[in-house]
């Protein structure tokens, strides 16, 4: 690849057991052996997985991912293996499945532990045939699709309990990574924050900004439950939020005790949309609601902006 992806840099930064995961990543990169990412939540499985497709051979195929825990069982098949018109109830057109979608490429089983028994049948008679059947259809597909899966769960312990099939987490767990959990790694918590400190002061056009020793003793000192992801959008928000070039510690411990109380912003998936229309707007009237030199401030096209502009309108 010709230039170095969001994934990619962040894999690049951390501490030693970050530089053993991207070790065995790179080494995954170079196969085609099935992957088996386990983790806490956050703790960038996904971010893996996409390093591990974008530095492969397979780099300028789909990368595709499905959510094992979020699709409801009745769903996820049709969504793994397609289905033909007319197969059940309601298929009023034929439909390609992810391996088809994905082939020649990568195909992420997010949370595969959380994927019914009957369809982990199924899963494993795809590893071992390199074929799926869509639904309704009459012969079998063959696929050329690079798997990697996650789990936020022990595998193991999985199996142990009967909710995991034992000959499928040996076909997926041919190389295997774990991803440590942030809270006490004080060194990847100085690099990643200085990561996406970087990266936000790009994304929303910032001056060079900094974290006080009182700030970078906070972070370092934080549970982070929700790991880098969590970490991530502490950053992201302290520079939307803060009016100078640098980050105090009372800001940080604001964000992390209770981030309803920082600008009324709820506890929630919103908050960050929130502080973005709030930064949208502090733009546009510095350069007195010129949309065409806001959207160049903004590294937005002017279309991006009318549109975040409309949806702010529609829920107001």
């Not at 699709?145 to 996650?150: N, P």
Request: charged content about 25%.
């Amino acid at each position: 690849m010709n230039t170095i992806s969001f994934h990619q840099r962040v894999m690049l930064v951390g501490d030693g057991l970050m530089s053993q995961m991207l070790e065995i990543a790179k080494k995954a990169a170079k196969s085609e052996a099935t992957v088996l990412i386990c983790g806490e939540s956050g703790t960038g499985k996904e971010l893996i997985a996409r390093y591990i497709h974008e530095m492969s051979p397979r780099c300028e195929k789909s990368f595709l991912s499905i959510n094992c825990a979020a699709i409801p069982e009745g769903l996820m098949e049709a969504e793994l293996f397609g289905f033909e018109k007319g197969a059940f109830t309601g298929a009023y057109y034929q439909r390609i499945g992810k391996f088809e979608r994905a082939t020649g490429g990568t195909l992420l089983l997010d949370e595969v532990t959380e994927m019914p028994l009957a369809l982990q049948a199924k899963l494993l008679r795809v590893i071992q045939e390199g074929e799926i059947d869509r639904l309704g259809a009459k012969d079998t597909i063959q696929i050329n699709t690079r798997l990697i899966a996650t789990s936020n769960k022990d595998p193991i312990k999985l199996v142990q309990q009967g909710r995991f099939r034992e000959d499928l987490f040996y076909r997926l767990n041919v190389l295997r990574i774990d991803c440590p959990p942030l809270r006490g790694r004080k060194d990847a918590i100085e690099n990643l924050s200085n990561f996406f400190l970087r990266s936000n002061e790009e994304k929303y056009q910032r001056d060079r900004m900094a974290l006080s020793s009182s700030a970078d003793s906070l972070l370092k000192g934080h549970s982070w439950f929700g790991n880098i992801r969590e970490l991530g959008n502490v950053i992201e928000r302290a520079v939307l939020l803060s009016e100078t070039d640098l980050i105090t510690g009372e800001q940080i411990e604001k964000l992390l005790d209770s981030p309803s109380r920082v600008s009324g912003i709820p506890d929630s998936a919103q908050s960050l949309a929130d502080i973005e229309q709030n930064h949208i707007e502090k733009i546009l009237q510095g350069v007195e609601g010129n949309k065409t030199e806001a959207a160049r401030k903004l590294g937005i096209s002017v279309k991006t902006l009318r549109n975040k502009l409309r949806q702010y309108q529609e829920v107001a």
